[in-house]
């Protein structure tokens, strides 16, 4: 399943450590070529030397010692994903903040593969503010993040920040490498999920119907497709994929601040946010009191995010929306134009089983060259792999 694939696995100095010797045996056994880097503090839990006949290569522990072998960017750069399993708190500290102070460390930095952590701790440290932090800034990032699961713990306690089961690992490491799927492996997917509001008063505000399901069906398929996805949603009260952290936002001002601050690291942009295209000109700091008269409220335009966005970088991939009631295709043309998008999705929301907060959609794909796709009614999920699919031809088309 994973011939000619190359993980690279990284471990860390918890007591779960021993438990990697069998994910090392079974990513082998998969086909995988696995090069094991362990951490100074690693060595006292796991054993070198088994080690080193599980995966059939010298297991690598220095800087001087990854460069008798090959220099430790060229390691960096031939592995297809890294696997850091176990993770410690500390590791994840120096992770969010990009220290680099041995080979793992520096493999991490000067790595453009997929980075996927399972952290494995007691509870008391799993839960503190400070590894929480750090962990969202990891997910930001796009780092995917396999548990910690909740069981007894090495302390005795019974709690969150128990390994992950090792099957569980390589069944998720199997699927980011398979080729069973297209893949996205390297890909940076930015995606805007749910709607905005726009406050009136303290207790109202204009928002627009959105679920974010759509969105969020998106972000799963592209990370499971091995893609690094960076969601930024709207309010919403549906779950959060599994492994996946979402940059919350309110307003539309809010959501356009963390569009421009990712977006030129991305290599696919998709906007599926229902942003508010206006707001109350003056928010009243009270509520506002029924007065027996009709009111009025002056509303202005916010910024369009998807017209307004920096420049991405070359080869980037930009996908929007468009929510219509009427004259569907023109419309979403005239949007396709108007914000210089490579592909544009239509949606004619009064339509049966399409629009807001239904599980299905029916699409119409217009890319900016190339035929039209109808996707007739199918699962969010559904239409969110025909939606990538084109994305990738259009990547293919542009090489
Ligand atoms: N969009 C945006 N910022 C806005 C409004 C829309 O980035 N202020 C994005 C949406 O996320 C979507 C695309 O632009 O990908 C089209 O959104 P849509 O609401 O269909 O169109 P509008 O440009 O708002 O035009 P109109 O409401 O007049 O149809």
Redesign the pocket.
């Given at each position: 399943m994973l011939a000619g694939k190359k993980v690279l696995l990284g471990i860390t100095g918890s007591i779960s450590a021993y438990k990697s010797l069998q994910i090392v045996r079974d990513l082998t056994q998969a086909g995988a070529q696995v090069q094991v880097v362990l951490t100074k503090a690693a060595e006292r839990f796991v054993p070198f030397l088994t080690l080193q006949i599980f995966s059939g290569r010298p297991v690598l522990r220095d800087l001087s010692e990854a460069n008798q072998e090959m220099a430790h960017v060229t390691l960096a750069g031939e592995s297809d994903l890294v696997l850091i399993a176990p993770i410690t708190a500390h590791f994840i500290s120096k992770m969010a903040m990009g220290l680099n102070d041995d080979l793992l460390s520096s493999l991490i930095l000067s790595t453009s593969s997929p980075v996927v952590i399972v952290p494995a701790m007691d509870i008391g440290m799993w839960e503190h503010p400070a590894v929480q932090a750090n962990v969202d800034r990891l997910r930001r990032r796009g780092v995917q993040i396999i548990g910690p699961e909740t069981g007894l713990l090495a302390s005795g306690k019974v709690g969150l920040g128990r390994f992950s089961d090792e099957k569980k690992i390589v069944t998720q490491v199997i699927s980011l490498l398979s080729e069973d799927h297209p893949s996205l492996l390297g890909e940076v997917v930015l995606i805007?999920a749910g709607p905005t509001e726009e406050a009136i008063d303290p207790v109202r505000y204009i928002s627009n119907r959105s679920s974010g399901k759509m969105g969020y069906a998106l972000a799963e398929i592209a990370q499971k497709w091995g893609a690094r996805v960076i969601l930024i949603s709207g309010p919403t009260s549906i779950p959060v994929p599994e492994g996946l952290s979402t940059i919350s936002v309110n307003t539309?001002d809010e959501m356009k601040k963390a569009v421009d601050q990712y977006l030129p690291g991305a290599s696919i942009v998709i906007?599926?946010?229902?942003?508010s295209?206006y707001r109350p000109k003056i928010v009243s700091s009270k509520k506002i009191k029924k007065s027996g008269a009709n009111q009025s409220i002056e509303l202005e335009e916010?910024?369009?995010?998807?017209a307004e966005r920096p420049n991405g970088k070359p080869g980037q991939v930009v996908i929007?929306?468009?929510?219509e009631t009427e004259d569907l295709i023109q419309?979403a043309r005239k949007?396709l134009k108007k914000?210089r998008l490579d592909l544009i999705v239509a949606n004619d929301v009064t339509a049966e089983g399409a629009g807001f907060d239904v599980d299905t959609n029916r699409v119409q794909l217009i890319p900016a060259h190339g035929k039209t796709i109808s996707c007739p009614k199918m699962s969010k999920h559904r239409i969110s792999v025909c939606i990538l699919k084109e994305v990738l031809r259009i990547k293919a088309e542009a090489c």
């Open positions: 805007t539309a906007m599926a946010a229902a942003v295209d916010t910024a369009d995010i998807l929007g929306f468009a929510a419309n949007k914000k």
